[in-house]
């Protein structure tokens, strides 16, 4: 090491003067901090609660979609239906022969089974698609929430582990200021930062779905 402290008071001290090599280490001490965080079990759980609330949505979705083919087809054959129904009690009466109620029957039968899948989707469109959306987000928010606070306690660990070896260098000699925004705890920080804005965003559209459910419901 070589420098002429008259002309050089403040020094900079890096690990190696190879940039690449730095970012490279760098983002690899991110990543397993990242991992770390991801491997609690707090943020595991709070994952998990977030897939089954998603789960449960695209359930709903799915039966939606499948009860409204099955009310198409149903609305097929009872226009069907009616119409031979139509034509029969024409040609019976006309005939002058028995009405044969039958046939009406089948088509009463089709018509309460298209009647009943219609209120079927109407409780999944109007109510527990909505709800199981509100509860996706609140899961997915708190999610992030639980990734940052995760991920800001690894930051505060290793910055304390830093300025304690930093620590036991310092002499009475030197004023020693360390900006750790550029290291790991500063990347993880702003990683959290993000996790959190998002978290506050993805609350603020299931709050909105939530008014809106109940502005529905009250009128």
Do not use: W
């Not at 397993?32 to 491997?39: D, G, H, L």
């Not at 109620?101 to 009647?115: I, M, P, R, T, Y």
């Not at 199981?132 to 929430?145: N, V």
């Not at 959290?192 to 009250?218: C, F, P, S, T, W």
Request: contains cysteine; aromatic residues 2%; charged residues 30%.
């Amino acid at each position: 090491m070589s420098f002429d402290l008259a002309k050089t008071p403040t020094l900079e001290a890096v690990a190696t003067q190879d940039e690449q090599a730095l970012a490279a280490d760098l983002r690899k001490r991110v990543e397993e901090s990242v991992a770390a965080a991801e491997a609690q079990p707090e943020v595991v759980e709070a994952g998990e609660a977030h897939g089954a609330a998603e789960e449960q949505l695209s359930r709903l979705k799915k039966a939606e979609r499948a009860l409204s083919n099955l009310a198409r087809e149903l609305r097929d054959q009872t226009a069907a239906g009616l119409q031979a129904a139509i034509e029969a009690l024409v040609a019976s009466a006309c005939a002058g022969e028995r009405i044969d109620f039958k046939k009406l029957a089948v088509l009463a039968a089709l018509e309460s089974q298209s009647g009943l899948i219609t209120r079927a989707i109407e409780k999944i469109v109007e109510h527990l698609i909505p709800l199981a959306q509100i509860a996706a987000l609140r899961s997915e928010s708190h999610a992030a929430l639980t990734r940052a606070r995760a991920l800001e306690r690894i930051a505060q660990e290793r910055a304390e582990k830093v300025l304690g070896q930093v620590l036991q260098a310092v002499t009475e000699e030197m004023v020693l200021p360390i900006d750790l925004s550029k290291g790991v705890a500063g990347a993880l920080l702003a990683r959290a930062a993000g996790l959190k804005k998002m978290a506050i965003q993805v609350a603020a559209n299931a709050d909105e779905i939530e008014r809106a459910y109940h502005d529905r419901r009250r009128k």
